[in-house]
């Protein structure tokens, strides 16, 4: 006879046996926090989450958390709302104001709708009301994971196209200004006071430190740091 589990409370680990059905495919697959005053808690979670190969820290608090983290490392929170010093959502505003990848999973004892809410809205991957089925708490942890391994990645592309643009001579950022509005070579050698052979090879140099193959896909990599809205306004004021 079938016998139905019954719900992974996070407060109760008698008798605790996780889920082992999701298979580890990232070698690189993050932190997973959790933070929550409750040790019982802590050790319930961290004892199923271990259990997939994920490298787990604990915390009481939430400023033992802010202070020990890497916020540009890629990673889950898996977090109470109610906390001694500080709260769940001012955590998560935290985390949201530096930039940081980490994905916030509220699993708490205190949940509301409003708060649900505005917790979501605010950008977590989910908002758990404990008690938490084993399952579905490893399949929102291990989406939560790659999400912020998404944006980690996103993050470091656009650091990368910062970088460089900044080794762009003064010259090829205003070719470059140039031809992203679509300027052809004769208005551009008319604008800049240089010959056509000029600007193209200020072009080629522009396409090989900027790593493009195109002019479109260098037209993607300016739109992903706000260098052509910068650009543009730049240019009409000095019209």
């Known amino acids: 006879m079938t016998r139905t589990r019954e719900p992974f409370s996070l407060a109760n680990t008698d008798g605790f046996a996780p889920y082992l059905t999701i298979m580890i495919q990232d070698l690189h697959r993050g932190h997973v ?3 929550d005053p409750d040790s019982r808690t802590r050790a319930a979670c961290a004892g199923l989450l271990q259990s997939l190969g994920y490298d787990i820290r604990e915390f009481e608090n939430g400023r033992g958390f802010l202070d020990a983290i890497d916020s540009g490392e890629p990673g889950c929170v898996v977090l109470e709302s109610t906390l001694g010093d500080m709260t769940g959502a001012e955590i998560q505003e935290h985390l949201s104001s530096l930039g940081s990848p980490i994905t916030v999973v509220f699993v708490t004892r205190h949940g509301d709708v409003a708060s649900a809410v505005a917790s979501m809205r605010a950008g977590a991957a989910h908002y758990l009301v404990k008690p ?13 994971i790659r999400r912020s391994l998404d944006e980690a990645g996103r993050a470091r592309a656009r650091r990368a196209i910062v970088i460089h643009l900044a080794s762009l001579t003064s010259r090829e950022r205003e070719v470059l200004a140039q031809l992203v509005e679509g300027a052809h070579y004769d208005r551009v050698s008319d604008e800049l006071g ?5 600007v193209e090879a200020h072009r080629r140099r522009i396409m090989e430190k900027m790593g493009a193959r195109s002019l479109p896909q260098l037209i993607d990599q300016l739109a992903q740091v706000g260098w052509l809205k910068l650009a543009s306004g730049q240019h009409l004021h000095g019209r």
């Open 33 to 35: 926090y959790i933070v």
């Open 132 to 144: 938490v089925r084993e399952q579905q708490l490893l399949d929102i942890v291990n989406r939560a």
């Open 194 to 198: 240089i010959t056509k052979r000029t």
